[in-house]
């Protein structure tokens, strides 16, 4: 098996990017380099609950956003 | 004597300057300026991370939000959906229920889109959103907004960001008088006699950002909303007296030496 065939093509904001396989949405975070707690995802336009980050394992084709709060009026 | 305080949607809060946390120099000025405004709330946006930045200080490390209730916004949302999927991934994000809905129209003027905030409001009502509400100084739809059950409602005083003040006084005053919740100027104040103005109409709460975050001196300008907003509410208490436009002189006209 390639190695390329062990990754996912997943849209994180908008942009292409390769995951490895039975990544979850806790490991993306991780892999990013996000705190937790001062984010929200959403899965194809679902909202993933924060309890269930480390269970949520993504899929191929996956259309995630990461969202946090900016300053706004 | 009690200490003045309002409440909106079950919360009370001793502030009735609510401050946003946007278009300011840099992160320590938004929190400088925000501790010297006395603000409880803070309105803010949801908006993507930047992916390729992720160690970025974020805005909550300078507004924390376990001091301040944030009160996220939907800013650049421009129809009813847009707006409620913004608002689920802020109450995930942050666990809040209280939102403000603002759905705009196209510029120079920004002005809230009545058809459309009808719409948002009621799907985030339908969805358990506690619904503050930027709309028109319309006083009819301002009391549909209130029957639909939005827990505030918050008349532009100006277009956003246009310093221009309270414009129309009149309706601001009417939809006040109307009103069974919270009535909140928000957006077109551009300096501290014109919060303290608004508070003199009457209304519970001011909302403001542009007049801080775009004074020549910002945290100089947030203490001064912070002493507009508890003089304005103070006058408002009080009861101004009333106008005349001939003299009544304030000294006796008795005992003059001759």
Not at chain 2, 64 to 86: E, I, K, M, W
Not at chain 2, 178 to 193: C, E, Q, R
């Amino acid at each position: 098996m390639s190695e390329l065939a062990e990754r996912l093509k997943l849209t994180v904001n908008g942009e292409a990017r390769r995951v490895p396989a039975g990544l979850t949405v806790a490991g993306l975070l991780a892999e990013i380099g996000l705190a937790e707690r001062k984010v929200a995802v959403e899965r194809n336009l679902e909202i993933v609950p924060r309890s269930q980050y480390a269970t949520t394992a993504l899929a191929e084709g996956d259309a995630i956003e990461i969202v946090h709060f900016i300053g706004g009026g | 004597m009690t200490e003045d305080s309002w409440e909106v949607a079950g919360r009370r809060f001793t502030s009735r300057l609510i401050v946003g946390t946007g278009r300011y120099k840099s992160l320590e000025e938004t929190r400088d300026s925000i501790a010297a405004s006395g603000a409880e709330i803070v309105t803010v946006a949801v908006r993507r991370v930047n992916l390729s930045d992720p160690s970025a200080p974020m805005l909550q490390d300078f507004v924390p939000p376990d001091r301040y209730t944030y009160l996220p916004n939907t800013a650049g949302c421009f129809t009813a959906q847009d707006a409620v999927r913004t608002l689920r991934l802020a109450r995930e994000a942050g666990g809040w229920n209280l939102v403000k809905l603002e759905v705009l129209g196209p510029p120079p003027f920004l002005y809230p889109d009545m058809a459309a905030t009808f719409e948002a409001a009621a799907a985030l009502i339908a969805d358990g959103f506690e619904v503050m509400v930027y709309c028109a100084d319309d006083p009819v739809a301002a009391k549909r907004l209130e029957e639909m059950g939005c827990v505030a409602i918050m008349p532009l005083g100006a277009p956003i960001g246009s310093g221009m003040g309270v414009v129309n006084p009149y309706m601001i005053r009417a939809i006040k008088a109307a009103a069974k919740v919270p009535v909140l100027v928000d957006a077109g104040i551009g300096t501290a006699s014109e919060a303290a103005f608004a508070m003199e109409l009457g209304c519970d709460a001011v909302l403001l950002n542009s007049a801080i975050a775009h004074a020549q001196n910002p945290v100089k300008m947030a203490e001064a909303m912070k002493h507009a907003v508890i003089a304005g509410r103070a006058a408002h208490l009080a009861g101004r007296m009333p106008r005349d436009y001939k003299a009544d002189a304030s000294s006796p006209m008795t005992g003059l030496i001759r």
